[in-house]
T-cell receptor, first 114, second 114 residues
Framework: GDSVTQMEGPVTLSEEAFLTINCTYTATGYPSLFWYVQYPGEGLQLLLKATKADDKGSNKGFEATYRKETTSFHLEKGSVQVSDSAVYFCALSDQMDSNYQLIWGAGTKLIIKP | ETGVTQTPRHLVMGMTNKKSLKCEQHLGHNAMYWYKQSAKKPLELMFVYSLEERVENNSVPSRFSPECPNSSHLFLHLHTLQPEDSALYLC?????????????FGPGTRLTVT
């Protein structure tokens, strides 16, 4: 079945550092890919998404490109802020295997120090 | 109220108790979901309701019993739980199930079983 693998956290960076959180996937069909973010004490919220190969999703300075050849959807940000501290989840949605239910990674905790 | 709300936010219960978690969405959505979030594990989808009908039940033990009286409300009835059921229970909603719509999450109920 489909699956999502994320780098283990926590990832600790200083403010204004460059961020990469790795995400790779396996899928039967042609999935849509998502990044969700969970701030402390809150539910998850969609950060960005991409629905086909080579699409780039972007929001709030974060970007991720759907790479079919490497089955990856890495999250990047050029200059992180303390307010970016949260848990980030990579997920996929694949009609072929899961009838569009979201398949989730385990989450990566990001800690940004001033 | 806007978005997806959940009550209570925190719940401590003994293994012989019966309690219920409540979720309400104010978004006019037709699909609602219960997830279990445990530390360092991917989100586990428990139940999916579409237009008040259960469309997915992912091998969840019978001590968890969902109820969806209308498209805005979702309950999770709990009885004779085990300590390993302690987790954050998240409710989500989307425009429809079975299509790659964005899911909107509530803040969750932190459940502790003693």
């Amino acid at each position: 079945g489909d699956s999502v693998t994320q780098m283990e956290g926590p990832v600790t960076l200083s403010e204004e550092a460059f961020l990469t959180i790795n995400c790779t996937y396996t899928a039967t069909g042609y999935p849509s890919l998502f990044w969700y973010v969970q701030y402390p004490g809150e539910g998850l919220q969609l950060l960005l998404k991409a629905t086909k190969a080579d699409d780039k999703g972007s929001n709030k300075g974060f970007e991720a490109t759907y790479r079919k050849e490497t089955t990856s959807f890495h999250l990047e940000k050029g200059s992180v802020q303390v307010s970016d501290s949260a848990v980030y989840f990579c997920a996929l949605s694949d009609q072929m295997d899961s009838n569009y239910q979201l398949i989730w990674g385990a989450g990566t905790k990001l800690i940004i120090k001033p | 109220e806007t978005g997806v709300t959940q009550t209570p936010r925190h719940l401590v219960m003994g293994m012989t108790n019966k309690k219920s978690l409540k979720c309400e969405q104010h978004l006019g959505h037709n699909a609602m979901y219960w997830y279990k979030q445990s530390a360092k594990k991917p989100l586990e989808l428990m139940f999916v309701y579409s237009l008040e009908e259960r469309v997915e039940n992912n091998s969840v033990p019978s001590r968890f019993s969902p109820e969806c009286p209308n498209s805005s409300h979702l309950f999770l009835h709990l009885h004779t739980l085990q300590p390993e059921d302690s987790a954050l229970y998240l409710c989500a909603s989307s425009e429809a199930a079975g299509l790659p719509y964005e899911q909107y999450f509530g803040p969750g109920t932190r459940l502790t079983v003693t």
